[in-house]
């Protein structure tokens, strides 16, 4: 069982900058596929950045070149580091977790955090 806390969203202009952080608990994430998913309202949920079992990072296309996905094993948390942010990147953020294998839709979720970026 792995539980996932997520952090650090809130409001901020286009342009501005944000870091999420998702803490785990149950599993140790070095060893675990983790990725941040977001969902705007009316819209299907995607995923904007994964961490593969092997460390291989991905992102959507969307986001390449703004947002950064990281992991600090000795703190047990992953990150996402949103750099120009644009209001089209207002949604409830997701961490989410498999243990063995990478899925479209993982097993493990967090409770979602809040980003608002105003034009």
């Known amino acids: 069982q792995v539980q996932l806390v997520e952090s650090g969203g809130g409001s901020v202009q286009a342009g501005g900058s944000l870091r999420l952080s998702c803490a785990a608990s149950?599993?140790?994430?070095?060893?675990?596929?983790m990725a941040w998913f977001r969902q705007a309202p009316g819209k299907e949920r995607e995923r904007v950045a994964r961490f593969g079992l092997s460390g291989t990072t991905t992102y959507a296309e969307s986001v390449k070149g703004r947002f950064t996905i990281s992991k600090d094993n000795t703190k047990n948390t992953l990150y996402l580091q949103m750099n120009s942010l644009k209001p089209e990147d207002t949604a409830m953020y997701y961490c989410?977790?498999?243990?063995?294998?990478?899925?479209?839709?993982?097993?493990?979720w967090g409770q979602g955090t809040q980003v608002t970026v105003s034009s």
């Open positions: 989410a977790a498999d243990l063995y294998v990478c899925t479209t839709y993982p097993r493990y």
């Open positions: 149950g599993y140790t994430i070095s060893s675990i596929c």
